[in-house]
């Protein structure tokens, strides 16, 4: 009985003496694993560099591109799709959207599209008029207004919240009220005002009044002036630092 109990206590400590033996060994081994080389990724040098992160203002669509004048002013969160021709002076506003997907949107000399303007264009035109879009020379488009296939001839005023609707024409020297919805088709004469859902004549321009729309395209014009300049290579922060230079008594 005696023998048996002290064979097993032998095997007992023997098993221990290898247990613990092996653990020792897995136990150097991992500390003196070596450690893996990090991978790193380089850039190929052909990879265009796009910007996925932010809105992209010109998107071109088939063969058509927008064109933008060189001294046009254009926002930087503004969208431009499609079958888009800006002309000389003219501005599109923070917001905006011109998509010409379906058919050409043209903005003429001088003329602006303000804050969050949507313009767009139909296939075709139900009164068989051209289903293009085109706002001619010194009009000014309020803002959260839309249009679609419509025609501006020049020296109109758009008041904001205004809708116009395919195939409606406004003539030149003509003023829509703030909030109006020009019909399909509808004909706004020269020298008018008209107002309302939907739009109806409320009384003939004065002479003043007709003198005074080209006035507004113009100062516009030259509010995004100010605007565009800051979108130059160095912007106007130069004239800051200068400013903050001479007041530190440092030579410019």
Known sequence: MATSIARFSRRGVASNLFRRYFAAEAAVAVKTEAPKPKLTVSPSP????WDYRGQRQIIPLGQWLPKVAV???VAPNVVLAGQ???WDGSS??????LRGDLNKITLGFCSNVQERCVVHAAWSSPTGLPAETLIDRYVTVGAY???RSCTIEPECIIGQHSILMEGSLVETRSIIEAGSVVP???RI???ELWGGNPARFIRTLTNE????IPKLAVAINHLSGDYFSEFLPYSTVYLEVEKFKKSLGITV
Request: hydrophobic share 40%; proline share 7%.
């Open 184 to 186: 399909p088709g509808r």
């Open 209 to 212: 009044e007709t003198l005074e």
């Open 84 to 86: 888009v021709t800006v």
């Open 145 to 147: 207004s839309l249009l």
């Open 46 to 49: 052909d990879r265009v560099n």
């Open 189 to 191: 004469p020269s020298g």
């Open 92 to 97: 599109v506003w923070n917001g905006a959207v």
């Open 71 to 73: 001294d046009a002013y």
